[in-house]
T-cell receptor, first 112, second 113 residues
Framework: KQEVTQIPAALSVPEGENLVLNCSFT??????LQWFRQDPGKGLTSLLL?????REQTSGRLNASLDKSSGRSTLYIAASQPGDSATYLC???????????FGAGTRLTVKP | SAVISQKPSRDICQRGTSLTIQCQVD?????MFWYRQQPGQSLTLIAT?????????ESGFVIDKFPISRPNLTFSTLTVSNMSPEDSSIYLC??????????FGSGTQLSVL
């Protein structure tokens, strides 16, 4: 069964710092991987989707990478801002007919 | 991208009652799912809502407790039945096509007294 782990569980950084969030998964046979953002008490906002054939995706200050063979993905946030404070969730899709399996998330705080 | 409207956004319910959560997608989607997020935890899949047939439930979730409907490709409901305080969670609807992003509704924050 696919297990998804996110490290660290929580991270606090000063504004302007670049940071990396880590996600690892146990079964490298994935269909795609998606990063989400969740604000307290809210639903999930999709950030980036990486298909299994891709190595990275970029959107603005965000860059997500995927190394399927090692079972890892990273989310890089450049020039962090207080508005980036949220929980970031990594999820993998085992195949195209399945739901996604989620990590426990990294709670990010960006201090002004 | 799909826009998902989920309601109610929050509710406070009495023990033993039932609550139905609605999920409306602005376009036809192949797949719809229902998740639960308990306080401080990540998301756990409850079931896959299948259009025109019974939902597919994950281990630990049963139809009598969480009946699901999906009458068409844009709408689904989840009912939390005979509620207890342990059912207090955020319930999330999600939808997407194959090989596409999965989109989420804004969630229903349920508190059971």
């Amino acid at each position: 069964k696919q297990e998804v782990t996110q490290i660290p569980a929580a991270l606090s950084v000063p504004e302007g710092e670049n940071l990396v969030l880590n996600c690892s998964f146990t079964d490298s046979a994935i269909y795609n991987l998606q990063w989400f953002r969740q604000d307290p008490g809210k639903g999930l906002t999709s950030l980036l989707l990486i298909q299994s054939s891709q190595r990275e995706q970029t959107s603005g200050r965000l860059n997500a990478s995927l190394d399927k063979s090692s079972g890892r993905s990273t989310l890089y946030i450049a020039a962090s801002q207080p508005g980036d404070s949220a929980t970031y969730l990594c999820a993998v899709r085992p195949n195209n007919n399945n739901d996604m399996r989620f990590g426990a998330g990294t709670r990010l705080t960006v201090k002004p | 991208s799909a826009v998902i409207s989920q309601k109610p956004s929050r509710d406070i319910c009495q023990r033993g009652t039932s609550l139905t959560i609605q999920c409306q997608v602005d376009s036809q989607v192949t797949m719809m799912f229902w998740y639960r997020q308990q306080p401080g935890q990540s998301l756990t899949l409850i079931a896959t809502a299948n259009q025109g047939s019974e939902a597919t439930y994950e281990s630990g979730f049963v139809i009598d407790k969480f009946p699901i409907s999906r009458p068409n490709l844009t709408f689904s409901t989840l009912t939390v039945s005979n509620m207890s305080p342990e059912d207090s969670s955020i319930y999330l609807c999600s939808a997407g096509g194959q090989a596409e992003k999965l989109f989420f509704g804004s969630g229903t924050q349920l508190s059971v007294l």
